[in-house]
């Protein structure tokens, strides 16, 4: 049990599954995993245990941005022995070649700044993916016929932007999407020796302002969940 975590030893698995919101972490435990088993509810940020295949799996909340997955993430890995933590979300598409409905596995993800920046200082560090859980999912994306994009995103500090210069740039520099919380989970998982992926459902468009409808993302984003966990155990 930890300050923001209220599971028992034992009852994370080592397979996290990191959605931001943690209504969607029970939408994706019930839907996917069977004999479920709520194992947080502090803060209302819940997390879930369960069997996919024969494989235990935790899908957790992360809350919204790099300070609030940072403190999931390095109590879920430190205090509870985590191993591969994959984050399923939503993203905003920032190329012509990317549709909304499409999956974006990020490669890498960009940042201004993380939680971790201090601990660099002037260094720019470079968060990537683990490519074994990489190759697993593109792999996995492309057997179910999930229109895939792999290649770099942008992890941002505030989800109302005001700078256009930065996002032309981004474009300019195949950025294939922006969210806000990759950057540290890889920069964690590095630190702690684990393996991470963020698979992000692209649920808007920043250049065609095509946007998903409420009553299909469910759909759009079990798509993601699914490969994710093909992922995690491939």
Same mark, same amino acid.
């Given at each position: ?7 028992e ?6 397979? =996290?599954? !990191?959605?931001?919101?943690? @209504? &969607?972490?029970? *939408?994706?435990?019930?839907?996917? !995993? %069977?004999?479920?088993?709520? =194992? ?7 997390? @879930?245990?369960?069997? *996919?295949?024969?494989? $235990? ?31 399923i ?6 190329? %012509?070649?990317?549709n ?16 971790? $920046? ?12 683990? /490519? ?6 593109h792999?996995a ?6 229109p ?5 995103? @942008?992890?941002?500090?505030?989800? @109302? +932007? ?9 474009? $300019? ?12 989970l /890889? ?11 963020? =698979?992000?459902? =692209?649920?808007?468009? !920043?250049?065609?302002?095509e ?5 299909? &993302?469910?759909?759009?984003?079990? +798509? ?5 966990? %093909?992922?995690?155990?491939?």
């Amino acid at each position: 049990m930890t300050i923001h975590i209220g599971a028992e030893p034992g009852q994370i698995a080592e397979t =996290v599954l !990191l959605p931001g919101d943690p @209504y &969607r972490a029970r *939408w994706a435990a019930e839907t996917f !995993l %069977e004999d479920v088993e709520l =194992v947080n509810e502090v803060r209302g940020m819940l997390g @879930y245990t369960g069997i *996919w295949k024969g494989h $235990r799996v935790t899908i957790h909340g992360s809350g919204m941005g790099m300070p609030s997955l940072s403190i999931y993430v390095n109590e879920l890995i430190r205090e509870y022995g985590a191993k591969t933590l994959i984050r399923i979300g939503s993203c905003g598409g920032m190329q %012509e070649s990317v549709n909304v409905r499409d999956v974006i596995l990020a490669m890498t993800a960009s940042s201004m700044s993380t939680p971790s $920046r201090g601990i660099f200082k002037e260094f720019d560090f470079a968060p990537c993916a683990d /490519y074994g859980l990489l190759a697993a999912a593109h792999a996995a994306a492309t057997a179910k016929g999930t229109p895939v994009h792999a290649g770099g995103i @942008y992890s941002a500090d505030v989800f @109302y +932007d005001e700078r256009p210069d930065l996002n032309e740039q981004m474009t $300019r520099h195949g950025i294939l999407g922006v969210e806000m919380e990759a950057a540290e989970l /890889y920069t964690l998982a590095a630190r702690y020796g684990c393996r991470a992926l963020a =698979v992000l459902t =692209v649920s808007d468009h !920043l250049i065609t302002h095509e946007a998903l409808p409420a009553d299909e &993302r469910e759909r759009s984003f079990g +798509d993601m969940v699914e490969i994710a966990l %093909e992922a995690a155990f491939a």
